[in-house]
């Protein structure tokens, strides 16, 4: 079968005769319309793109999709306060009752287009139809499956600007350097060809001796290259203009870990490889006294890293969840139904299971948010289950009367749901492996308010459904693209949740 539902856990969608012979169908006309003078010929791909749902595209498969008004950015406002002054609503005996004000956030995001390309030799396919029948259309259709999860990588970790790194997490040792005794304050930016983010919030160390280095773990952001780090000391936090650019440390020497690479922790542990997302740390250590002179972090007045642009600097990405999570915060926007962000309590960043208990309890006591979703990725997962089973909330009872049973044991956990003390709802876990590491997203699907115009808590809008296309032939090989032109909005940001900075082992 071509068609398939998401459930999380189950083995992904095979490419079947279904689905070959539904691209077959709508390129047909085209293919015939191809001349060597005819140029590109479009071709809808909407009805086989809904069959095709790949199992590792989870956001893509549940969010809604609505046809824009072809601009090319989308404004949306967003109701962040019912009530900004909180009113009691006491009326004296033939008073006016108190008007309530409402708070509305005005929110936009650029319409982008993502896009894939494809070639078959006429080599190809001529030689393989004893193989595959019609190698063209089923490279097409293979197609089809890289642009939806090329588009869950982009809801998830798209942004416009680089995101701001978390809070770094700093460790140090008596031995090995020549850091002197004192109090040292980190502050970590990202870089990219374009330019540099604004800092991460300050993270203090106290030092003793005069041997000691500071290990400083920056936690990466996606689409960066590079991270600066700037340090400053005293026994309260300095001020920028007095924290100062670690040259030896930074730049060439602080680029971003490759996908799939593997990094080794402060204690010697590995963070094992994805092939999707680049791993969650960078490791630093300062070994020499940190430098007091040069550039400031005050000359860093504002984000400049866009993370894509043409040739004349427009950006070509727009804002995914967690980037407008990260713009538009409660602790931004104050009393309001803003978004939730938080770090791991502990200074050392291991998660722990009050961490999630604490979010969850703001999102409802802000704002009524109670998610419907946690999204993380694969590898955070195990580092949650391992915590649930360390501390012991979890047993595994065998019936003693069944023998069956008793024979089949089943080695290992996983938690696939979450208790959300605050509400009573379980809410269940989907593993996503385009979810940048660190990183767990609390996803809203319902909206907990009546609002007649707003039927769900976020939807992606579009200008041009999946499209495909067939270049003119000029030389011995078929070429093909398929595209989607599209963005993301979220309605109810105070459903939205999201605890970064989750140091990767435990």
Known sequence: MASAVYLPGTAAATIGDETVALVREAMGDATRAITMASG???????????????????????????????????????????????????????????????????????????????????????????????????????????????????????????????????????????????????????????????????????????????????????????????????????????????????????????????????DGATVMPSGEVNPAILPLTISAPPATSGTALSTVAANTAKTFVDGSGNPLMWDGIIAQALSNTSLANGATLGAQVAQPADPTGKLGLADIDNLLAGMYLQAAGDPDYIIMNPLDNVRLTNLVVSAGQLRYVVQAGESAEQTHLTAQYRVTRYLNKSTGREIPIILDRYCPQGYMVFLPVSVPFPVPEVSTAIEIETNQEYWGVDFAVTDSNFRFADYVDETVKVFFLGGLGVIRGIYPSF
């Open 40 to 266: 590109l010929v479009g071709y809808e791909l909407e009805a086989p793109a809904k069959v095709i749902v790949p199992v590792v595209t989870p956001l893509v498969n549940m969010l809604p999709r609505r046809r824009g008004n072809g601009t090319d950015i989308v404004h949306w406002k967003a109701i962040t306060s019912f009530d900004t002054s909180r009113n009691w609503g006491v009326l004296a005996d033939g008073g006016t009752p108190s008007q309530v004000t409402y708070a509305v956030a005005s929110l936009q995001n650029t319409m982008q287009t993502i896009g894939l390309m494809n070639a078959v030799s006429f080599q190809a396919q001529w030689r393989g139809r004893a193989l595959e029948s019609d190698v063209r259309a089923r490279r097409i259709a293979e197609l089809l499956y890289q642009l939806k999860m090329t588009e869950e990588r982009w809801l998830l970790g798209a942004s416009t600007y680089l995101l701001v790194p978390p809070a770094p997490v700093l460790a140090t040792a008596v031995s090995g350097g020549t850091v002197a005794a004192g109090t040292y304050w980190v502050k970590v930016t990202a870089k990219n060809a374009q330019g540099e983010t604004t800092a991460s919030p300050a993270t203090k160390i106290v030092t003793t001796g005069s041997t000691s280095t500071v290990t400083i773990t920056v936690f990466t952001v996606p689409n960066a290259t590079q991270y600066n780090v700037y340090v400053g000391s005293g026994g309260s936090q300095p001020a920028d203009s007095a924290m100062w650019l670690q040259a030896g440390i930074s730049g060439a020497n602080a680029q971003q870990p490759a996908i799939g690479a593997t990094v080794t922790l402060a």
